[in-house]
């Protein structure tokens, strides 16, 4: 890949929005066999499995009680090296985001979107420790 935007290339991940992390983990766990490679449960709101393809992870995200669930919606989510440097390729572009959202010692992150509207996260180490 010869681009000057710092992808980690060895990270990928698809989230989706759910109403009830444990049902979902479960259901990719014993349907599928995905390894849970970090869970922070109800209290964090977000759960990793592992995809059949090296590198790349299911999130599972969520949702506020408050929320309504779309389903067939989901969020690709680019891993990155450098957070500040990614967005600031995208303000170049013209390409709209939102301010980084950090959550101190977990992680940081924003959310740009496509030229059809679809929504696209870009994660990175937490900026605030």
Same mark, same amino acid.
């Given at each position: 890949?010869?681009?000057?935007?710092?992808?980690?290339?060895?990270?990928?991940?698809?989230?989706?929005?759910?109403?009830?992390?444990?049902?979902?983990?479960?259901?990719?766990?014993?349907?599928?066999?995905?390894?849970?490679?970090?869970? #922070?449960? @109800? !209290?964090?709101?977000?759960?990793? /499995?592992?995809?059949?393809? !090296?590198?790349?992870? /299911?999130?599972?995200? /969520?949702?506020?009680?408050?929320? @309504?669930?779309?389903? #067939?919606?989901?969020?690709?989510? $680019?891993?990155?090296?450098?957070?500040?440097?990614?967005?600031? /390729? +995208? !303000?170049?572009?013209?390409?709209? @985001?939102?301010? *980084?959202?950090?959550?101190?010692? +977990?992680?940081?992150? $924003?959310?740009?979107?496509?030229?059809?509207?679809?929504? *696209?996260? $870009?994660?990175? !180490?937490?900026?605030?420790?």
């Amino acid at each position: 890949m010869s681009s000057k935007f710092p992808f980690k290339t060895d990270s990928l991940y698809f989230q989706y929005s759910v109403k009830d992390i444990e049902r979902a983990k479960n259901f990719y766990v014993e349907t599928f066999g995905f390894e849970v490679v970090w869970d #922070g449960g @109800s !209290e964090v709101g977000w759960c990793e /499995l592992n995809l059949p393809v !090296e590198g790349t992870k /299911l999130g599972l995200n /969520l949702l506020p009680e408050t929320a @309504s669930l779309v389903p #067939g919606s989901g969020v690709l989510t $680019f891993d990155v090296t450098d957070l500040d440097e990614a967005k600031k /390729l +995208l !303000e170049e572009k013209n390409i709209q @985001s939102d301010d *980084i959202i950090d959550i101190p010692e +977990l992680v940081s992150y $924003f959310n740009a979107v496509d030229s059809e509207g679809n929504k *696209i996260q $870009f994660v990175g !180490e937490p900026r605030i420790k």
